[in-house]
């Protein structure tokens, strides 16, 4: 396990509410200077809650997701914010920066040696793609973990119905169309 290698054992049962709590608050640290993104986090963690719950996981499986959804984005804490709130499209060398959010993220998250290896694997897989042209690793199909999957169709749908400094917010139901057209190439068909 990633997490348990640091530390030689996973967090105990007794902490694991204060380590909630703490995670969640990490989460939140990044959106308290955006008002563009503020409630994504809660937002993307309830959605995943809700399809945590729909797909019956157990409650390891539940709390490793959930604690995914609050980090997920953490690793943009190294983002310029230049290339973070750019109004327009990112350029080539941009995008590279951008997308290093997700391995800083990772390295961040390990760092704290108590976060399961599901939660890690959540953080590095939620900009993977189905069809393999996502990032950071190029993973295609189930290559990606399935909790990294579930958090991706929670984050993009959240970005989707959110203003952003790039675009207006979108209907529910045109993001639900969306992701129902992305179906194959973006996310499992």
């Known amino acids: 396990m990633l997490a348990s290698s640091l530390t030689g054992r996973p967090a105990a049962p007794e902490t694991s509410g204060a380590c909630e709590v703490a995670l969640r608050a990490l989460g939140q640290a990044l959106e308290a200077h ?16 809700w399809m945590a719950e729909a797909l019956a996981w157990s409650p390891s499986q539940r709390q490793a997701l959930r604690w995914g959804a609050y980090l997920h984005d953490v ?9 973070l709130y750019k109004p327009g499209p990112l350029d080539a060398s941009e995008w590279a920066v951008m997308r290093s959010h997700v391995e800083g993220g990772v390295q961040f ?3 704290l040696g108590f976060v399961p290896e599901t939660t890690l694997r959540v953080i590095a897989d939620h900009h993977e793609r189905w069809d393999g042209q996502g990032y950071p690793a190029g993973k295609a199909g189930c290559q990606i973990s399935l909790a990294g999957r579930v958090l991706a169709l929670c984050d993009v749908y959240d970005a989707l ?21 992305q179906a194959g190439r973006q996310f499992l068909y």
């Open 34 to 49: 955006d008002s563009e993104m503020k409630g994504h986090t809660d937002r993307v963690t309830e959605l995943a809650r």
């Open 75 to 83: 690793g943009k804490i190294e983002i310029p914010d230049t290339v």
């Open 109 to 111: 998250a390990a760092a």
């Open 161 to 181: 119905i959110s203003d952003r400094p790039y675009k207006k917010a979108w209907t529910p139901q045109e993001a639900l169309a969306e992701i129902g057209a």
